[in-house]
């Protein structure tokens, strides 16, 4: 869990994610899948139903199975528990 202070844009990691047969090698490129509509990262902000991210920056690749995502200040715009 990490505090955001409300209404502030911030880039998050996201991950590990691992690969679902043998749960051990690191998904490296599913920055693509994590931007679709159909696929992507949806938030839940203070217990509502999942919508889609405010911000139209893809999510990046970062390390060791770990994506850098970024939140806008429609993302964090209620305050509350915000979930991925």
Same mark, same amino acid.
């Given at each position: 869990? +990490?505090?955001?202070?409300? &209404?502030?844009? /911030? @880039? /998050?990691? %996201?991950?590990?994610?691992? !690969?679902? @047969?043998? =749960? /051990? #090698?690191?998904?490296?490129?599913?920055? #693509?899948?994590? !931007?679709?509509?159909? @696929?992507? +990262? *949806?938030? &839940?902000?203070?217990?509502?139903? %999942?919508? !889609? *991210?405010?911000?139209?920056?893809?999510?990046?690749?970062?390390?060791?199975?770990?994506? *850098? +995502?970024?939140?806008?200040?429609?993302? @964090?715009? #209620?305050? =509350?528990?915000? *979930?991925?």
């Amino acid at each position: 869990m +990490i505090w955001l202070k409300q &209404s502030t844009a /911030v @880039t /998050v990691q %996201f991950g590990p994610f691992l !690969d679902a @047969t043998d =749960g /051990v #090698t690191l998904e490296t490129g599913l920055a #693509t899948a994590m !931007d679709n509509a159909t @696929t992507g +990262i *949806r938030l &839940s902000k203070n217990g509502a139903a %999942f919508a !889609d *991210r405010g911000s139209a920056t893809a999510p990046a690749y970062d390390a060791m199975g770990g994506y *850098r +995502i970024n939140l806008s200040t429609t993302d @964090t715009n #209620t305050l =509350g528990a915000l *979930r991925m």
